[in-house]
């Protein structure tokens, strides 16, 4: 009798967790509709006017969170993103950056802010660098972008 009732347990437990699921596949087929700037972007960024000489890959995920690579220097940002209105969005992150040692060299914040339309995106956003102990080193940089999203491709 008890294996009987670990079945019905199971069993129940799963119609639940299955009915869930087709909430969430509803839920998420609302969300997909609206436009959003979640998912991934390959971001271009310009200073001066000019390439910065550098790509980024931006990732705008549910709940806020933000994640960034650069094609520039190891490492990875992480962070949070709002969304601003129906097309916009702001952003903050931090990256740590490490010496030839390994030990930590200085940590980069970046603030920004933009639009999105379809597959592409673009904005300004703010560079402050901090040495290992939290000083600001120099003045900060000042940069616009423009993206594209990385769309989903058949293999």
């Known amino acids: 009798m008890e294996s009987a009732m ?4 199971v069993l129940a437990g799963l119609g639940a967790a299955g009915a869930a699921a087709g909430l969430g596949a509803i839920s998420s087929d609302a969300e997909a509709a609206a436009p959003s700037v979640r998912g991934t972007w390959l971001i271009k960024p310009s200073a001066s006017g000019g ?13 806020g969170v933000f994640v960034t690579t650069g ?13 601003r209105g129906a097309h916009g969005f702001g952003f903050t992150y931090l990256n740590f950056h490490f010496d030839t040692d390994g030990k930590h060299s ?10 999105f339309h379809g597959s ?7 560079l402050r660098t901090f040495d290992a102990s ?10 616009t972008f423009t993206g594209r999203r ?5 293999p």
């Open 6 to 9: 670990s079945r019905r347990g």
């Open 106 to 115: 200085n940590t980069v914040k970046v603030r920004a802010a933009g639009t």
């Open 150 to 154: 990385v769309a989903v491709e058949a």
């Open 134 to 143: 939290g000083k600001q080193l120099g003045a900060d940089a000042a940069f």
């Open 51 to 63: 390439p910065a000489g550098f790509q980024a890959l931006a990732a705008f995920a549910a709940g």
């Open 71 to 83: 094609s520039d220097e190891a490492g990875t940002g992480l962070g949070e993103w709002i969304g």
């Open 120 to 126: 592409h995106l673009s904005g300004h956003a703010t």
